[in-house]
């Protein structure tokens, strides 16, 4: 079974960092580009990082220089190191197969960001 699981979010004060896991299941995970999403309150979905399989990399422009999206093939697991927090980076973060419906059909809880004052 397909499986997407977040882990490493909680409570940060701004300018402080967190790092981010997803481990997956049930997929080729070498195959696919892989993306972070987040979802703030009141807001809509959004695309954060993506990364290919190659390596090639996306951000959002609101992260750029802040956070680092990188890939392990060999544990089927992704990850986001996320610095210098700001308050507007609190949301739930996911992680998916990019802009794939199928996939996103399977997608986990997500785990929790707050960067508070």
């Known amino acids: 079974q397909v499986q997407f699981m977040e882990s490493g979010g909680g409570l940060v004060k701004p300018g402080g960092s967190m790092s981010l896991t997803c481990n997956t299941n049930g997929l080729v995970f070498s195959i696919y580009s892989m993306s972070w999403y987040r979802q703030g309150p009141g807001r809509e979905r959004e695309l954060v990082a993506t990364i290919s399989p190659e390596g090639d990399i996306k951000y959002a422009d609101s992260v750029k220089g802040r956070f680092t999206i990188s890939r392990d093939n060999a544990r089927k697991s992704l990850h986001l190191q996320m610095d210098n927090l700001r308050p507007e980076d609190t949301a739930v973060y996911y992680c998916?197969?990019?802009?794939?419906?199928?996939?996103?059909?399977?997608g986990g809880p997500g785990t929790q960001v707050t960067v508070y004052s």
């Open positions: 998916n197969v990019h802009e794939n419906t199928w996939f996103a059909k399977f």
